[in-house]
């Protein structure tokens, strides 16, 4: 099993059961230079302690179970599909959700 999938393992078993009793969740966007990258989901994506979230509950418990991983960072970046979606809206060829 790769790092990356023991990552995702311990995201699903470990640290989503967690979260998800603040309606929330977790996955890995990328794993590089022994960093974790770490997107979090639901209420925790804009919650104002997700910073907190991920150095108490995401990156203890991943590095506690695999030390080659040295880091979590925190993923706050915006898809591009979500860009693609508002870029859209503002040029007129989709109409606004109402």
């Not at 995201?11 to 009793?21: G, I, W, Y």
């Not at 977790?26 to 989901?41: G, H, M």
């Given at each position: 099993?790769?790092?990356?999938?023991?990552?995702?393992?311990?995201?699903?078993?470990?640290?989503?059961?967690?979260?998800?009793?603040?309606?929330?969740g977790?996955?890995?966007?990328?794993?590089?230079?022994?960093?974790?990258?770490?997107?979090?989901?639901g209420a925790c994506a804009t919650c104002p302690s997700a910073q907190d979230t991920i150095e108490d509950v995401?990156?203890?418990t991943i590095i506690g179970e695999l030390p080659v991983v040295k880091d979590v960072i925190l993923d706050n970046s915006i898809s591009e599909d979500l860009l693609n979606m508002a870029r859209d809206i503002l040029s007129g060829k989709l109409k606004k959700p109402m």
């Open positions: 099993m790769s790092t990356e999938d023991k990552i995702r393992e311990i995201l699903t078993e470990k640290v989503d059961p967690v979260l998800a009793a603040h309606y929330g977790s996955y890995l966007v990328r794993f590089e230079d022994d960093i974790a990258y770490v997107k979090l989901t995401v990156r203890n």
